[in-house]
């Protein structure tokens, strides 16, 4: 690692990749942790929005979830052309073994380990979520994709009962301390 202007430049390809359900606070986080530690960060769904010209709501209406996942997958290897981004993920991204392979083989996947009933209340426009449905529905996806939030995470940080600034002081410092960040 060498520093110049401010900035920790690693080795290689060193992402950190933030996995969870929706709502659990991955893309305040990444860009919150950008500003302190001087890191690029990115978001998927954004990412996916620009390249297809739409929104993530109209995607999945217009062409499907399929191909929202193919687009998902296509920029997440386009990230692997950069350095040392704070990633934050759709909440459905570890729904592809093959986007789980191209995180590990770029960096570290920390996953934002919350209740069911947190992350819907941090939701504030669900109507632009496709993938969230309803109350059942939205409990379906979680049971689904816990598991596979839990296989993909290299570094789980509970978030549970914690406010934001608790949750950003312990990613920062269990990240700082392992040094990823």
């Known amino acids: 690692m060498s520093a110049g202007s401010g900035y920790v430049v690693h080795d290689g390809c060193d992402h950190l990749f933030f996995v969870g359900f929706l709502g659990a606070g991955k893309s305040t986080l990444a860009r919150n942790l950008g500003s ?82 947190d992350s819907l209340r941090q939701i504030r426009r669900p109507e632009l979520r496709p993938d969230l449905g309803t109350a059942d529905h939205a409990a379906r996806v979680y049971r689904h994709r816990r598991p596979l939030y839990e296989a993909a995470a290299d570094i789980t940080i509970d978030i549970r009962n914690k406010t934001f600034e608790q949750v950003a002081t312990d990613a920062g410092q269990l990240l700082w301390e392992r040094g990823l960040l």
Request: some cysteine; proline content about 2%.
């Open 36 to 117: 302190l530690f001087h890191r690029p960060h990115v978001d998927t769904d954004r990412m996916v929005e620009r390249a297809l010209g739409r929104s993530v709501a109209q995607i999945f209406a217009e062409e499907g979830e399929a191909r929202f996942r193919d687009a998902e997958t296509e920029q997440l290897r386009r990230l692997a052309s950069r350095k040392s981004l704070l990633v934050s993920c759709g909440g459905g991204i570890v729904e592809r073994p093959e986007n789980c392979a191209l995180m590990h083989e770029m960096g570290t996947v920390v996953f934002l380990d919350g209740d069911l009933a």
